[in-house]
């Protein structure tokens, strides 16, 4: 028989023993993958995952095989979750995950999930992962999706492109040029010439693509480089007479003059904001130069008589 002192030791260290134990393994517990804050539901508890190598990595935390990753919770996947809170490592690492489980997460499924497109559609999701990322402005994020999906469809990546989302009917590409996301524009360009040599298209063929992709419309009739001159007009940011700059490489800037962006550059002049009257003036002369038998004096010319 212990004594009353003895007793109380042994009770308190049973006790403190069941706590610790209880308090580590709700670390690992599948519940802190998705809380009230991630406007979703607590998944089930009931599991303790407990990894001998510790806190290390998601795959030694968490048992990934209860959960479907690609289920929508109030129109978002966990996925979309990791691409708001720009959590790049945890997303590598479910993007590796549904690579090696393609019997849970077949080809067509996770095409959809990435890019909007495929024969495995997605019930109650809205954006893909790639216009997400994009509207985030996450670089990072962008490359990493446009890679793991050329793993899985090369001819995915291309109709990636030209997929309109929401009632805007906006591509990656408007998304972008609206955002004044310079480098993600610059990477978007180049990616598409990319996968177009992959494909075995160079030089003028490739470049009709392109084109075809930057006069997509969005559900206000409006291009990427209708887009660009919008946002210059109305901010006047940097990075966007950057962007048209950069987009009149590939457009013919004066068949949008003799139309709408004609009324544009009246708005500018009229609040008599010469600098961005004169950036976008600057825009068209450049663009005009690569366009066979055309003047600069002439293009002047035709643009100060707008405003006569």
């Known amino acids: 028989m212990c004594g009353n002192n003895q007793c109380f030791h042994v009770i308190v260290v049973i006790c ?13 517990s599948k519940s802190t993958m998705r809380s009230s804050s991630d406007n979703g539901e607590y ?3 009931s599991d303790c995952s407990l990894s001998d190598e510790g806190e290390g990595g998601v795959t030694n935390q968490f048992d990934w095989s209860t959960v479907d990753l690609c289920k929508v919770y109030d129109e978002q996947t966990e996925f979309c979750i990791v691409i708001e809170k720009g ?9 590796e995950y549904i690579k090696n489980n393609p019997i849970t997460y077949p080809c067509g499924k996770v095409i959809y999930l990435i890019a909007g497109c495929g024969s495995e559609k ?16 996450n670089l990072d994020i962008v490359a990493l999706l446009f890679e793991t999906l050329r793993g899985y469809d090369l001819v995915a990546c291309e109709k990636v492109f030209s997929l309109r989302f929401g009632d805007g009917k906006y591509t990656i590409m408007h998304q972008a040029v609206e955002l004044s996301s310079l480098e993600i524009v610059y990477y978007l360009i180049n990616t598409f010439i990319k996968i177009k040599a992959l494909q075995g298209l160079t030089g003028d063929a490739a470049w009709s693509s392109l084109i075809e992709i930057l ?16 946002e210059y007009a109305r901010v006047g940011h940097s990075d966007s007479l950057k962007i048209l700059c950069y987009l009149v490489q590939y457009v013919d800037p004066w068949c949008y003059m003799e139309s709408k962006h004609s009324f544009m550059l009246h708005v500018v002049a009229q609040c008599s904001n010469k600098e961005r009257l004169e950036g976008m003036i600057n825009v068209i002369i450049e663009g005009s130069k690569r366009m066979a038998n055309r003047q600069d004096k ?3 010319y035709k643009i100060v008589h707008l405003y006569r």
């Open 298 to 300: 002439e293009m002047v």
């Open 16 to 28: 403190v023993g069941f706590l610790l134990f209880t308090t580590s393994c709700s670390k690992y």
């Open 122 to 137: 997605i019930k109650g999701m809205k954006l893909s992962l790639l216009s997400r990322a994009v509207l985030k402005n």
């Open 87 to 95: 959590k790049l490592s945890l997303l590598k690492e479910l993007l």
């Open 43 to 45: 998944l089930p508890t």
């Open 215 to 230: 006069n997509i419309r969005n559900s206000v009739n409006a291009t990427p480089l209708d887009v660009a001159f919008t």
